[in-house]
């Protein structure tokens, strides 16, 4: 996040497109097959052969696909962006509000933080691909997670653009997750 204070904060309303492709990866069939750390952090693979890799043919179940509408704010203050909006009950966080921020100097590191019924500050970083986080569900003790940030687009400005983030969740070491996240923002 940013947070020298220099300028003020200018602030305006956008339009947020949302995408999430969430892939669970069954522990079963990543070990079963001989995967190694190689098959799944090819730079050259993208996500849908990575998934492809991972998921068994017959799991209905092992892919989510989220996609939401909202508006937002986005601010630029000193070259930070910050992108804040609410969470629709599509992502099962509803009654959150999250802050996604980048130094348009780093755009390849970028923080999200959501706060609300469920707590989470996740680090992506293409140059420290794996970063340590916390994620609170408030009816559990916060636990601690690893994200390893595979891929980042990221041509925001204040004038809008987009993101892309493919990263992994772990958690004890083990490769729980695989997410594409697409977001784009437009001025209203």
């Known amino acids: 996040m940013c947070f020298e204070i220099q300028e003020k904060k200018v602030k305006k309303s956008v339009k947020i ?15 079963s097959n001989g995967f190694t750390d190689d098959d799944f952090f090819d730079d050259n693979d993208d996500i849908i052969n990575i998934m492809k890799k991972i998921i068994l043919p ?27 909006y609410k969470e629709s009950e599509l992502t099962g966080f509803e009654g959150s509000s999250t802050l996604i ?8 590191q970028i923080t999200m933080v959501r706060n609300g019924s469920y707590s989470t500050l996740l680090v992506f970083n293409s140059d420290v691909k794996r970063q340590r986080c916390v994620y609170n569900l408030n009816f559990l003790p916060p636990f601690e ?6 891929y980042i687009k990221n041509n925001m400005t204040f ?5 892309i983030i493919d990263y992994f969740i772990e958690m004890a070491g083990i490769k729980t997750e695989y997410s594409h996240m697409y977001i784009t923002v437009n001025e209203i």
Do not use: A
């Open 17 to 31: 497109d949302m995408h999430s492709t969430i892939t669970t990866l069954l522990s079963d069939n990543i070990f």
């Open 58 to 84: 017959d799991d209905d179940n092992s892919v989510n696909e989220i996609s939401f509408s909202t508006d937002g704010y986005i601010s630029e203050e000193n070259g930070c962006i910050e992108l804040s």
């Open 101 to 108: 921020s980048f130094n348009q100097r780093l755009p390849n």
């Open 145 to 150: 997670l690893n994200v390893y940030t595979k």
């Open 159 to 163: 004038s809008g653009g987009e993101i």
